[in-house]
């Protein structure tokens, strides 16, 4: 009893982070294996682990409503999922880093697809889009960026990642709104 939650507040935000970590993984595991599947059978897989990602978001946003020490921990999971669902981001590896907060690790992978790009191993057009989203969630986080990587995202920017940008944590309603228009377009 001395713990007052603390221990159960760890348990549940570990099992949803493990969560999380399970749908993104499906996601990134499904665009690997794309070139596998028959395109309904891509489809299909795609459209029921966002409806997956929609159901965790819903759980979410019932236990913030109801923890207040999980508030802060969880809007960055949040967020994630909100990012997968209206396709601002369309790298699972970068939703991942995101919600962990990890800008380490996605200035590793920035440093990573320099070297793929120069190599031949990623497209011009496939850099350009993760690249985007690194920088965008690097932002996002509060990470300061250099002047050539603002410049990158002004001259590259999207529609999509300029709405996820203006986003800001504490605009719940922006959130679903934005997460709503994107899974109305899947279906």
Do not use: H, W
């Not at 999971?77 to 970068?94: D, G, R, Y």
């Not at 200035?107 to 690194?134: F, P």
């Amino acid at each position: 009893m001395a713990s007052r939650g603390k221990s159960e507040t760890g348990k549940l935000r570990q099992n949803m982070e493990e969560q999380l970590d399970r749908l993104m993984q499906q996601l990134q595991d499904l665009e690997e294996c794309r070139e596998e599947l028959e395109e309904d059978e891509y489809e299909e897989t795609k459209k029921e682990t966002l409806e997956q990602l929609s159901e965790f978001n819903d759980s979410l946003k019932k236990i913030m409503t109801g923890d207040m020490t999980l508030v802060d921990e969880l809007s960055g999971m949040q967020l994630a999922i909100q990012a997968a669902i209206s396709q601002a981001f369309k790298t699972p590896e970068v939703i991942r880093l995101f919600a962990k907060k990890q800008p380490g690790q996605l200035r590793t992978r920035l440093a990573e697809m320099d070297r793929d790009v120069m190599v031949g191993k990623l497209s011009r057009g496939d850099y350009t889009q993760q690249k985007m989203e690194v920088l965008t969630a690097l932002r996002k986080l509060g990470e300061k960026l250099t002047s050539q990587d603002e410049t990158f995202l002004v001259e590259n920017a999207t529609a999509t990642l300029n709405q996820f940008e203006k986003v800001t944590t504490g605009s719940e309603d922006k959130i679903l709104a934005l997460a709503s228009s994107g899974v109305k377009t899947k279906a």
